[in-house]
């Protein structure tokens, strides 16, 4: 039967650091040049209902890596829902590619996807969740940290769709994730009944960030204003001014503390340069690697 990796919870702790084994297989391999054209002859469809500079190059790099290809279906390529069923897509998508990327509105386009189509289905990113980004950041703590014992991990921002796949992932790692965001920004009460359900991690949501960020090992934040949400951007300004990510806010975590942010980061609102430049920051690791736990998810789903 196919498998799709629709959220983190899709995946055993077994196979999520079984991934993170392959990963480092075929990172070195990039780095030492290599090949490993695992997928020679395969195509990924890859749908975007919202743009993205970091999904598209890390899926269709390496994809070309991988020895397949990767084929972009702009917004105006595709309407999801409105040109044309979700279910019609994915079965036409089906009979001419080896396997589906999607970057989505509405969850619930991603799971009619995923249901209806015959290969694999990779969800690069929803308004409910952000999957292969929080399998990139877990990845890229682990390689900073070595371990990822006694972990406390504080979000800094909106409860969000990263939040909500960073809360997936407390229910498969056991982690202390705590996020901290105003009043009225609570993540999805499905994602925490379902960690909490898990019984593995500890999960709190609170509203000082200085509280929040005290002996964390991590400190991520993301916009406060995503896309579909532009809006509401001055509301959001004045309620998570308190939130920004700098150097006070730092004062009160580990001294070792790692710094991430999925980016594109607008920059001196939610976190300021001196933090992002600084040296605590891993952001940009944590962007490379998107590419290469991306690609050992697609190797997972689509090798024959």
């Known amino acids: 039967m196919k498998k799709d990796f629709i959220a983190i919870t899709d995946m055993s702790r077994d196979e999520i650091m079984k991934t993170f084994e392959l990963t480092k297989v075929l990172k070195e ?78 969850h619930k386009h991603m799971e009619e996807m995923a249901e209806n189509a015959t290969v694999p289905v990779i969800n690069g990113l929803t308004d409910y969740n952000h999957p292969c980004q929080v399998m990139a950041d877990i990845f890229t703590v682990l390689e900073h940290r070595g371990n990822l014992n006694d972990l406390k991990v504080a979000f800094v ?8 796949s960073w809360i997936n992932l407390a229910a498969r790692l056991p982690m202390h994730f705590v996020l901290a965001s105003p009043s009225g920004y609570d993540p999805s009460p499905e994602a925490l009944a379902n960690a909490e359900e898990a019984g593995i991690s500890e999960i709190e949501i609170l509203h000082d960030p200085a509280e929040a960020v005290k002996d964390a090992d991590v400190i991520y934040t993301d916009v406060w204003a995503s896309m579909g949400q532009e809006k509401e951007k001055e509301e959001r300004m004045k309620a998570f001014m308190p939130f920004q990510v700098n150097t006070d806010l730092m004062s009160h975590a580990k001294n070792d503390c790692l710094v991430m942010h999925c980016l594109p980061a607008h920059r001196n609102e939610e976190i300021t340069d001196e933090v992002l430049d600084g040296p605590h920051s891993i952001v940009f690791d944590e962007a490379e690697n998107r590419m290469h736990v991306q690609k050992a998810i697609l190797v997972q789903l689509m090798e024959s």
Do not use: W
């Open 29 to 106: 391999e990039v780095k030492n040049n290599i090949p490993h054209k695992r997928l020679e002859g395969q195509s990924l469809a890859m749908i975007f209902a919202k743009p993205s500079a970091r999904t598209r190059v890390s899926f269709e790099t390496g994809m070309f890596q991988l020895g397949g290809h990767a084929l972009y279906l702009s917004p105006n390529d595709i309407g999801i829902g409105k040109r044309e069923a979700v279910k019609d897509i994915a079965r036409v998508l089906s009979r001419y590619n080896s396997g589906i990327m999607a970057r989505l509105f509405e």
């Open 157 to 164: 921002g909106d409860g969000n769709n990263v939040a909500n």
